[in-house]
């Protein structure tokens, strides 16, 4: 067993993302992450005080093993575990840069669609500013 597993036993194997999810603070600065858990049972997310790890432990399997079988939920849990993935795995300055790269569009069209790096185009963007 993996260590999330030893954590969440009742975890279904179809949605154990939420374990590893539960236990990384990602998901306390993303809504949708929150909504994640608040999806799963919105009176049990209410009662453990909005704590995902918690919540859990303390859910029944059987409300786990139902969402596991939903269409609707897996669907967002699939999306959103897939961006939860990327972020994690992607390097942190590289996530920053793109984040700032997003917020101030500074880049030209002819610049930004060139073969340059990342780095160098944010070096061409503060020069052109």
């Known amino acids: ?61 059987e409300i786990l093993s139902r969402v596991a079988g939903d269409p609707d939920y897996l669907r967002h849990y699939d999306l959103l575990l897939s961006r939860f993935l990327y972020e994690r795995d992607v390097p942190l300055d590289h996530l920053l840069l793109q984040e700032f ?10 610049i930004a669609n060139c073969d340059l790096d990342l780095f160098s185009q944010t070096f061409l963007c503060f020069h052109l500013i």
């Open 1 to 61: 067993m993996t260590h999330i597993q030893n954590l969440f036993p009742n975890l279904p194997e179809r949605i154990s993302g939420l374990g590893e999810l539960a236990e990384n603070l990602w998901w306390s600065w993303n809504p949708d992450a929150r909504m994640l858990f608040k999806m799963v049972d919105r009176q049990a997310w209410k009662e453990s005080g909005h704590n995902p790890d918690k919540m859990l432990k303390e859910i029944p399997a």
């Open 101 to 110: 790269l997003d917020v101030v569009h500074c880049i030209p069209t002819d």
